[in-house]
């Protein structure tokens, strides 16, 4: 069983910038993807950023030149970098991660990002 902790998220005003972390307990080196999903208050959770095993990744529309997703698998941690932050940013962060490509098999607790105008 492998455990994600994410750290990083607070409190920024519009324009500004935020890295998540997702650090897990074991190994990241197998895992087929991680990545973030975010969930706005009274919204469902939606995908954010993904990175696969290989390296390649991918974006919402909505974040796509202002995010970068990233991992280290020497330091088993996950990252995105957030830029140019906008109200409709203000959600809670989720990372996962996936041992093959069908379902979420570990989900982190969440951290909360607010921007404000």
């Known amino acids: 069983q492998v455990q994600l902790v994410e750290s990083g998220g607070g409190l920024v005003q519009a324009g500004g910038s935020l890295r998540l972390s997702c650090a897990a307990s074991?190994?990241?080196?197998?895992?087929?993807?991680m990545g973030w999903y975010r969930q706005p208050p009274g919204k469902q959770r939606d995908l954010v950023a993904t990175?696969?095993?290989?390296?390649?990744?991918n974006y919402a529309d909505s974040v796509k030149g202002r995010f970068t997703v990233s991992r280290d698998n020497a330091k088993n941690t996950l990252y995105l970098q957030m830029n140019n932050l906008k109200p409709e940013d203000t959600a809670v962060y989720y990372c996962?991660?996936?041992?093959?490509?069908?379902?979420?098999?570990?989900w982190g607790q969440g951290t909360q990002v607010t921007v404000s105008s």
């Open positions: 990175v696969a095993g290989g390296g390649g990744t």
């Open positions: 074991g190994s990241i080196f197998s895992f087929y993807s």
């Open positions: 996962y991660a996936k041992r093959d490509p069908w379902k979420v098999d570990y």
